[in-house]
Each structure stands twice: as structure tokens, then as C-alpha cells.
């Protein structure tokens, strides 16, 4: 009898079950999570407070279920519970995402959607960012069929009125600025192409502001064109630009149309919610 139980209990499934059980624990903890996220959507979408019944409704969750979990977001600081019992977004969520911003590095975060343009159109991808009168050209992306020089390598820089990159910065500074940059640089030209005249410059400009895209028709290098489209932070600020660059003869009118929307991506990635014009 005893045989016969002891080969019985060798037979039992014991680890399975505590297997089971433990996928059990594990499920209904993501089941949490996917919870808590549902409720700070729902928050993130009214503009100041919401009630436990509208997070509810929102949610499609039981009363009792989302004022629990909405407990321990308040203690974790995530959410905020005000006197009158309505919730809003914690302070920690600021915390959080300024330590995320910080750590954000623009050309990790940009260079993924270069190459996916560059693979797509085949030519020069151009990452740059505003220094003072310049543009700095922290990436590029080329297959080697066009020839450029040193301005258009990565740590090149070149003035602002020259490229395409720059003269977005330029659109957003608004004519008193644009005006103060004329008189401080004297507008230098470096081919037959370059926009040397001050009215010249602000028509190109008022073009950009009304279009949201910018060309350079050899007005930096004989032979090459650009066009580029600007990168926006979360608060809709220009922290850099994206062109495309291409001798004259292979410059493709339809590349305005990628090269925006991939500066769009860019600037989703960073956390800007708004739409280029």
C-alpha cells in the first residue's frame, strides 16, 4: 500500500501547479499595469481634473477597481487626489520625464528615421542644429554617390542664410531677429546663388513660415541642392533640422514630402504633439 502510494505521489504534477500558479500571479500583475496605464491616459486626456466615475467610464473599470489602483498611484505620487475627490496627474510623472529629457541624445533618437529616408531615396541624409550664426552638422547618412565637401561633414558647420537647415531657424526667429543676423554677419555669399540681399532673404523666409519646408538651390555648393524640414522639441521649440541633399541633377521634387514626414517622426519621438504646417 505504501509502494503504491509513494509511486502515486512521484506521479503528482507538484512543480506544474506552482508553475501555473506563479503565470497566474504574473498575468494579473501585467493586468494591473495595462490598468494603471488606461487610468493615466484617461487623465492625460481631460485638461485638469476627472472624477472616479468619468476615470471609470473612461476605462470601462469597475469603481471599487480603479479607486484601488488609484490609491496606489496617489502613494506613489504618480496621481493626485484633490479635496473634492476629483484625481489629476502626479508631481512624479514631471520628475520622471525631466530625467527622461535629459537623457534623450538627439542624434540616437534621429538617426534610426535617417537611414530609413536615406534607404528609401537613396541620397544624403543631413542632421543639423543652430549654433549662434551656424549650422552644425552632427549626422549624415550617404551612400557615397555624391560628392560634397567638408561644410556638409558631420562637425562641418556653415552659415545660417546659406543652407536649408538654417534658414528654418532663421524663419522662426521673425524679421527683427532675422534683420539683427543680416547686420551682425553682412550676409557673405559663397556662390552666384546665395541670398546676399536682405529682401531676397525675407521672401525665402516668408516662403518657409507659410510652407514649413526650406530649399538651398546651390546657394552653399555649385551643383548641389537641398531641402529640409525642421525637428520640433515637446514644447514645439526647433532644436534641429533634417535635409536631404543631391547634385542638381538627380534633385527630386518629391523628396519635400519625405523629408517632412520623417522630421515629423523625429519630433514625435522627442515628445512634440503638434503638426508641422
Request: hydrophobic residues 40%; contains cysteine.
Amino acid at each position: 500500500m505504501s509502494a503504491h502510494l509513494s509511486a502515486h505521489a512521484k506521479a503528482t504534477p507538484v512543480k506544474p501547479v506552482a508553475s501555473a500558479n506563479k503565470g497566474s500571479k504574473s498575468a494579473g500583475s501585467i493586468q494591473v499595469i495595462e490598468r494603471m496605464m488606461s487610468l493615466l491616459d484617461a487623465l492625460a486626456a481631460v485638461p485638469d481634473t476627472a472624477s472616479l466615475k468619468q476615470l471609470a467610464s473612461a476605462t470601462d473599470l469597475h469603481p471599487s477597481t480603479a479607486h484601488r489602483i488609484l490609491a496606489a498611484m496617489c502613494q506613489a505620487r504618480f496621481v493626485e487626489r484633490q479635496d473634492a475627490g476629483a484625481y489629476r496627474l502626479g508631481i512624479r510623472l514631471l520628475e520622471l520625464g525631466s530625467i527622461v529629457k535629459s537623457r534623450i541624445n538627439l542624434r540616437d533618437v534621429a538617426l534610426p528615421f535617417m537611414q530609413t529616408l536615406h534607404e528609401k531615396i537613396g541620397e544624403s541624409i543631413n542632421l543639423g542644429i543652430r549654433h549662434e550664426d551656424e549650422i552644425v552638422y552632427l549626422e549624415r547618412t550617404s551612400s557615397g554617390r555624391s560628392l560634397v565637401r567638408v561644410v556638409y561633414l558631420v562637425g562641418g558647420r556653415a552659415p545660417l542664410h546659406l543652407t536649408s537647415l538654417g534658414k528654418l531657424f532663421l524663419a522662426a526667429d521673425g524679421l527683427p531677429k532675422v534683420r539683427e543676423y543680416a547686420r551682425r554677419t553682412g550676409l557673405p555669399g559663397k556662390t552666384p546663388h546665395s541670398l546676399t540681399q536682405l529682401d531676397a532673404l525675407e521672401k525665402a523666409l516668408d516662403k518657409i513660415r507659410r510652407h514649413g519646408i526650406a530649399y538651398d538651390d546651390e546657394e552653399a555648393e555649385l551643383g548641389l541642392r537641398c531641402v529640409a524640414a525642421p525637428i520640433h522639441d515637446e514644447e514645439g521649440n526647433i532644436v534641429a533640422a533634417l535635409s536631404v541633399s543631391a547634385p542638381t541633377d538627380r534633385h527630386d521634387p518629391t523628396w519635400a514630402t519625405e523629408v517632412k514626414l520623417t522630421a515629423n517622426a523625429v519630433s514625435q519621438a522627442l515628445g512634440f504633439r503638434g503638426h508641422s504646417k
